[in-house]
């Protein structure tokens, strides 16, 4: 019987490995010229650390983590969010330990949250993202900001997206909102979902974000975090708003905006596509407790996280450049026709890729004409033609496929004109 993988999950390939591979070395590319770097933890933990750090109060931790008891009974945790790992080897590794602070980090790898699986929504997920950890600067939550949207920029999503933000403000601030919110919300309860109930007692900000439909109408008329914010918390948020205006970034405010991991104090933000909800393309945002709460230092942090998926089905919808990216990957087409011909082509294609050329080679006993569409599925830039005459004469032909113009050159200078070719020299 064929075996199927298993639900939830999904194989990333072809043109979708290709786009994978350009939204990660775009990011890379930012997320370096704000001199992160790049930091790799393992994919299972401790349970504890997601109970502590993201929150029993959380969806995730009380329905959507994969956790099993290991050979030696411990409890295990697939992560289902990068932010508590890092949080733990930055604690860990003691990098706090050092003047130059915060200390920058940008991730990417899988995710295993146990959810019900539709469009846009998996089991098993790619997020990349980045945490600054150590300084409470409300600009480095900017920073944050400004990279998640250059980045956008750069993969031509930029005009589509709006950043939704809101401030959750500070410890103070919160204690006077929920009170506030459970005084409110006291007399819908016994109307409302059973996770509402929960929600109430555990943290009532995360009634906020409920997706039941019958309870949305008392969740608008809620009393507004704004109304609540200590005079820091205040005027923290309006210098991000005003360093977002400066950096020309497209945010709307947000009152309503809670995030649904539970470690996050004053600035949090979404990206979402601006014409159609197809779920936060990625969220993020400040936490001035976590770092402390997992038995570090009294520090600050602040990161986001993009899940991959949603960014490349966007990317193949609405980046009106796609299929020029998808297409502009070249390749050296090498065509040779005898047992003599193969060899020499072999040799050929090993000093080409150790010049980085890609290159492929055709190895089916067929006619040039055969070769030839097949270099063109293949979106191949050149055609190189090694027959007898060719070995004989030690003189081949390249061939432009896209101008169809050929040239002959003898063996001695192909490489170096398959590399000026290649590389525009
Ligand atoms: P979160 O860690 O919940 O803030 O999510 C960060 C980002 O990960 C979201 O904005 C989504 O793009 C992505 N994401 C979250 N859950 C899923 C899922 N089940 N499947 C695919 N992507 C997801």
Redesign the pocket.
Known sequence: MEIRNVKGTHDIFGEDSRIYGYIYDNFVAFASSYNAKHIIIPVIEQSDLFQRGVGEASD?VRKEMYTFLDKGNRSITLRP?FTAGIVRSFIQNKMYATMDLPIKLYYCGPVF?Y?RPQA????Q?E?LGVEFLGSDSEMVDVETISLAYNFLKSIGLGEIVVFKINSLGDEETRDNYRLALKEYFKEHLENMCNDCKNRYELNPLRILDCKVEDDKKYIVNAPKINDFYSSNSKIRFEKTLRALDILKIPYVVDNTLV???DYYSETVY??HFKDEDI??????GHYSNLIEELGGPKLSGVGF???I??LLSLFKDKNPYYKQVIEQEQIVYIMPIGEESVLKGMEIASKLREEYIPCEMCFDNVKFGAMFKKANRLHASYALIIGEEEIKNDTYKIKDLESATQIEVSGEQLIDKIKQLFFHL
């Open positions: 995730v969010e949250r959810e846009g929504r998996y089991r997920f997020q995030r649904g991991l979404e990206i779920g936060a393309l990625g969220a993020g996280s993009f899940g998926e949603r």
